[in-house]
Protein backbone atom coordinates (compact mmCIF):
# COMPACT_ATOMS: atom_id res chain seq x y z
CA UNK A 1 0.00 0.00 0.00
CA UNK A 2 1.27 3.26 -0.95
CA UNK A 3 2.78 5.49 1.61
CA UNK A 4 4.54 8.69 2.56
CA UNK A 5 5.40 10.48 5.80
CA UNK A 6 6.45 14.33 5.49
CA UNK A 7 8.00 16.04 8.63
CA UNK A 8 8.26 19.98 8.79
CA UNK A 9 9.50 21.65 12.10
CA UNK A 10 7.25 25.39 12.86
CA UNK A 11 8.47 28.27 15.39
CA UNK A 12 4.87 27.56 17.14
CA UNK A 13 3.26 25.74 20.03
CA UNK A 14 1.62 22.38 19.37
CA UNK A 15 -1.29 24.59 20.26
CA UNK A 16 -1.25 26.77 17.46
CA UNK A 17 -0.88 24.09 15.04
CA UNK A 18 -3.93 22.19 16.58
CA UNK A 19 -5.83 25.45 16.44
CA UNK A 20 -5.72 25.25 12.52
CA UNK A 21 -5.51 21.45 11.92
CA UNK A 22 -8.50 20.25 14.07
CA UNK A 23 -11.08 21.80 11.64
CA UNK A 24 -11.44 20.62 8.34
CA UNK A 25 -12.25 23.60 6.60
CA UNK A 26 -8.93 25.03 7.21
CA UNK A 27 -7.00 22.44 5.66
CA UNK A 28 -9.25 21.13 2.93
CA UNK A 29 -8.63 23.66 0.62
CA UNK A 30 -5.15 23.15 0.72
CA UNK A 31 -5.30 19.77 -1.02
CA UNK A 32 -3.19 20.09 -4.42
CA UNK A 33 -5.91 20.39 -7.03
CA UNK A 34 -8.44 21.19 -4.98
CA UNK A 35 -12.06 22.04 -6.15
CA UNK A 36 -14.53 22.03 -3.94
CA UNK A 37 -15.43 20.31 -0.46
CA UNK A 38 -18.53 19.74 1.85
CA UNK A 39 -18.75 19.49 5.77
CA UNK A 40 -21.26 16.74 6.19
CA UNK A 41 -20.82 16.97 10.32
CA UNK A 42 -18.14 17.18 13.05
CA UNK A 43 -16.27 14.04 11.78
CA UNK A 44 -16.97 13.86 7.56
CA UNK A 45 -16.87 15.36 4.91
CA UNK A 46 -16.30 15.16 0.65
CA UNK A 47 -13.90 16.42 -1.06
CA UNK A 48 -13.32 17.06 -4.51
CA UNK A 49 -9.97 17.42 -6.67
CA UNK A 50 -8.27 17.31 -10.16
CA UNK A 51 -5.30 15.15 -9.95
CA UNK A 52 -2.51 13.80 -12.58
CA UNK A 53 -2.45 10.32 -12.36
CA UNK A 54 0.84 9.15 -14.85
CA UNK A 55 -0.83 10.60 -18.24
CA UNK A 56 -4.36 10.93 -17.12
CA UNK A 57 -6.03 14.01 -15.38
CA UNK A 58 -8.67 12.51 -12.92
CA UNK A 59 -11.36 14.28 -10.82
CA UNK A 60 -11.12 12.63 -7.46
CA UNK A 61 -13.99 12.75 -5.15
CA UNK A 62 -13.89 11.32 -2.07
CA UNK A 63 -15.22 10.68 1.52
CA UNK A 64 -12.86 11.55 4.94
CA UNK A 65 -13.80 10.48 7.84
CA UNK A 66 -12.04 11.95 11.27
CA UNK A 67 -11.64 8.42 13.18
CA UNK A 68 -9.35 10.63 15.88
CA UNK A 69 -9.47 14.31 17.08
CA UNK A 70 -6.83 13.92 20.12
CA UNK A 71 -5.83 17.45 21.40
CA UNK A 72 -3.41 19.12 20.75
CA UNK A 73 -1.57 16.40 19.24
CA UNK A 74 -2.92 14.53 16.49
CA UNK A 75 -5.88 14.03 13.81
CA UNK A 76 -6.44 10.86 12.13
CA UNK A 77 -8.59 10.28 9.09
CA UNK A 78 -9.69 7.46 6.85
CA UNK A 79 -10.59 8.44 3.03
CA UNK A 80 -12.69 6.75 0.84
CA UNK A 81 -12.75 6.98 -2.83
CA UNK A 82 -16.30 8.04 -3.93
CA UNK A 83 -16.16 7.63 -8.25
CA UNK A 84 -13.51 5.57 -7.70
CA UNK A 85 -12.10 2.05 -6.15
CA UNK A 86 -9.38 3.38 -3.49
CA UNK A 87 -9.31 3.89 0.01
CA UNK A 88 -6.59 5.16 2.45
CA UNK A 89 -6.09 6.99 5.68
CA UNK A 90 -3.74 9.80 7.27
CA UNK A 91 -3.07 12.12 10.07
CA UNK A 92 -1.49 15.16 10.98
CA UNK A 93 0.31 15.51 14.33
CA UNK A 94 2.61 18.10 16.22
CA UNK A 95 5.07 16.80 17.95
CA UNK A 96 6.51 19.84 20.74
CA UNK A 97 10.44 20.16 20.46
CA UNK A 98 9.99 23.56 23.05
CA UNK A 99 7.29 25.84 23.88
CA UNK A 100 7.85 27.96 20.70
CA UNK A 101 9.20 24.98 18.35
CA UNK A 102 6.88 21.84 17.04
CA UNK A 103 7.55 19.47 14.34
CA UNK A 104 4.57 19.15 12.48
CA UNK A 105 4.04 15.45 10.87
CA UNK A 106 1.59 14.53 7.65
CA UNK A 107 1.05 11.01 6.59
CA UNK A 108 -1.00 9.68 3.60
CA UNK A 109 -1.49 5.98 2.80
CA UNK A 110 -3.64 5.24 -0.38
CA UNK A 111 -4.81 2.08 -2.28
CA UNK A 112 -6.28 1.68 -5.43
CA UNK A 113 -8.34 -1.42 -6.15
CA UNK A 114 -10.18 -2.96 -9.25
CA UNK A 115 -8.96 -3.73 -12.47
CA UNK A 116 -6.63 -0.77 -13.01
CA UNK A 117 -5.20 -1.06 -9.37
CA UNK A 118 -1.55 -2.19 -9.36
CA UNK A 119 -0.89 0.38 -12.45
CA UNK A 120 -2.59 3.08 -10.15
CA UNK A 121 -0.85 1.70 -7.23
CA UNK A 122 2.39 1.87 -9.34
CA UNK A 123 2.07 5.64 -9.72
CA UNK A 124 0.57 6.06 -6.48
CA UNK A 125 4.16 4.87 -4.56
CA UNK A 126 6.10 7.26 -6.99
CA UNK A 127 3.59 10.30 -6.54
CA UNK A 128 2.54 9.94 -2.75
CA UNK A 129 5.57 11.55 -1.55
CA UNK A 130 5.45 14.40 -3.74
CA UNK A 131 1.55 14.86 -2.94
CA UNK A 132 2.17 14.64 0.99
CA UNK A 133 5.07 16.98 1.28
CA UNK A 134 2.88 19.12 -0.98
CA UNK A 135 -0.34 18.49 1.34
CA UNK A 136 1.45 19.23 4.54
CA UNK A 137 3.93 22.55 3.21
CA UNK A 138 0.59 24.15 2.55
CA UNK A 139 -0.88 23.23 6.33
CA UNK A 140 2.41 24.55 7.31
CA UNK A 141 2.77 27.39 5.65
CA UNK A 142 -1.06 28.68 6.40
CA UNK A 143 -0.62 28.15 9.86
CA UNK A 144 2.67 30.78 9.58
CA UNK A 145 0.64 33.13 7.83
CA UNK A 146 -2.50 32.77 9.98
CA UNK A 147 0.25 33.36 13.37
CA UNK A 148 2.25 36.34 11.41
CA UNK A 149 -0.84 38.20 10.87
CA UNK A 150 -2.36 37.37 14.70
CA UNK A 151 1.25 38.21 16.24
CA UNK A 152 1.32 41.44 14.10
CA UNK A 153 -1.65 42.94 15.31
Sequence with gaps: MPSSVHKVKLPLSNEHI?????????????????????ILNDREST???KTDVGLLKKKIHLKVDILEWKEPTKVTFNLTGIN????GDGYFEAKRISNNETEMIGCLTIEAEGTMGKMVNSILKNSLPDLTLELTNAVANKILEINEVTTNK
Excluded: R
Excluded at 18 to 30: I, Q, R, T, Y
Excluded at 84 to 87: C, D, I
Design 18 to 38: WEFVSKMNNWAPLVPGYMEHE
Design 47 to 49: WKF
Design 84 to 87: EKFF
